[in-house]
């Protein structure tokens, strides 16, 4: 089986920009999670999106914001960007049990200007 | 919100010693947790979980112990290998959720 896919890889963006990131799930994975990584908040939870509807969000302003597609493959999105957006963005895949293992993608490297 | 061990320490070994990484976390409603490993330049690959109704569960050269009194969770490698390397996070969730949250980090480095 294919593992998680995330694209881009790298992306550069100014502030004030927005941009969307791109994960394709596991085959037969209905739960999608994202995560934000950066060296002084280590990694935090952004949201969780099971067969097309958010069932779980983290602490982050309104600014980000996902959404899940019928084929189980989700987008995130972040408006407005600031510099302390430039991150590591992971996406995760899982069953959609709860309390289960979640497979990572390698991640969006996200630099904002 | 909780935590889980946010610090990021360095843990260097020997190559063929045992390791031994520990994580502490903050939510006495923790009821999963997972160990995972990350390298540069890639995602969070999983090694091991265990479920708070065990203690101890067992992996292929990894074992994962649970102290629930002392809400402690440790990760154990046995002779550690120079591929083992890397960044390792512990990260704990409750009530049937896949809402991690991961612990600080702590660096493995492997001398040959």
């Known amino acids: 089986k294919a593992g998680v896919t995330q694209t881009p890889r790298y992306l550069i963006k100014t502030r004030g920009q927005q941009v969307t990131l791109s994960c394709s799930p596991i085959s037969g994975h209905r739960s999608v999670s994202w995560y934000q990584q950066t060296p002084g908040q280590g990694l935090q939870f952004l949201f969780e999106?099971?067969?097309?509807?958010?069932?779980n969000k983290g602490n982050f302003p309104g600014r980000f914001s996902g959404r899940q597609f019928s084929n189980s493959r989700s987008e995130m999105n972040v408006s407005t960007l600031e510099l302390g957006d430039s991150a590591l963005y992971l996406c995760?895949?899982?069953?959609?049990?709860?309390?289960?293992?979640?497979?990572f993608g390698s991640g969006t490297q996200l630099s904002v200007l | 919100g909780e935590s889980v061990g946010l610090h990021l320490p360095t843990l260097s070994v020997q190559e063929g010693d045992n390791s031994i990484i520990n994580c502490a976390y903050s939510n006495s409603a923790s009821d999963y947790f997972i160990w995972y490993k990350q390298e540069s330049g890639k995602g969070p690959q999983f090694i091991i979980d265990i479920r708070s109704n065990m203690d101890k569960r067992q992996g292929q050269r990894v074992t994962v112990l649970l102290n629930k009194t002392v809400k402690h969770l440790s990760l154990q490698i046995a002779a550690t290998q120079p591929g083992d390397s890397a960044v390792y996070f512990c990260a704990e969730t409750y009530n049937a959720g896949n809402m991690l949250t991961f612990g600080g980090g702590t660096r493995l480095m492997v001398k040959p």
């Open positions: 999106y099971f067969s097309e509807t958010q069932r």
């Open positions: 995760a895949s899982s069953m959609g049990q709860g309390n289960e293992k979640l497979f």
